[in-house]
């Protein structure tokens, strides 16, 4: 039973390319939730997604940044035009839903640098 | 705001001895969950132990306690006989049952163990 899988594990991009980062949720699951970890900092809530659905965007940056979860495949955290700044760890957690003991399930992370 | 503040940025233990993390959060709701994930150098988010906010009684996992003070928001994580393997960034977070699963994340404790 493959826990919550999130590639790239590492991602390299130029000052204003795209990064997109992938998340496969563990079997079961449908809620996923995007979080972001600057270095010696901890994690920061930015999104949380169900199937087609966004439930709570309120810590996504309101530029260049998005995300989906689509019917099929796995949820997308998209940034556009990356800045310096963007280098963090994006780390997917996933649920099987509300009615649970409210433990997220995390994958290994994304670490993106931004040359 | 709702906040997690954990005001130790590192501790240091003798294997075998204890050690306790503080935590403390602020929040108005009343019904809630609270965790203490630990954070490997591999960055995988592991859950160490859970707390139900209407529960007076402490958790307890083997050798992970918690002292869960409610009215003086606090939720300290006590690590009984360390061992090497609990070296690791340790973090704090809760819960509002009425927000979904999204999760808010102190800033973290690193956890040394000396041999």
């Known amino acids: 039973n493959a826990g919550v899988m999130q590639n790239p594990r590492h991602l390299v991009r130029r000052r204003g390319q795209e990064a997109r980062l992938r998340c496969s949720p563990m079997?079961?699951?449908?809620?996923v939730y995007w979080y972001r970890q600057l270095p010696e900092e901890g994690l920061k809530f930015m999104v949380y997604?169900?199937?087609?659905?966004?439930?709570?965007e309120s810590g996504m940056p309101k530029e260049r940044f998005s995300a989906e979860f689509p019917k099929e495949g796995p949820s997308i955290l998209r940034i556009q035009q990356v800045v310096r700044g963007d280098s963090a760890a994006y780390f997917c957690?996933?649920?099987?839903?509300?009615?649970?003991?409210?433990?997220?399930?995390f994958g290994e992370g994304s670490r993106l640098t931004v040359l | 705001a709702q906040t997690v503040t954990q005001s130790q940025p590192e501790m240091s233990v003798q294997e075998a001895e204890t050690v306790t993390l503080s935590c403390t959060y602020d929040?108005?709701?009343?019904?809630?969950?609270l965790f203490w994930y630990k954070q490997p150098p591999s960055r995988q988010m592991i859950l160490v132990i859970r707390?139900?906010?209407?529960?007076?009684q402490n958790a307890t996992e083997n050798r992970f306690s918690v002292n869960f003070q409610k009215a003086a928001k606090s939720f300290s994580l006590k690590i009984s006989d360390s061992q090497l393997g609990d070296a690791a960034m340790y973090f704090c977070?809760?819960?509002?049952?009425?927000?979904?699963?999204?999760?808010?994340f102190g800033g973290g404790t690193r956890v040394l163990v000396k041999p």
């Open positions: 957690a996933s649920s099987p839903g509300l009615a649970n003991t409210g433990e997220l399930f």
């Open positions: 079997k079961g699951h449908s809620h």
């Open positions: 997604l169900q199937k087609e659905n966004i439930i709570d």
């Open positions: 929040t108005s709701e009343s019904d809630y969950y």
């Open positions: 707390q139900e906010a209407y529960k007076q």
């Open positions: 977070a809760y819960r509002i049952k009425a927000a979904g699963n999204k999760l808010t």
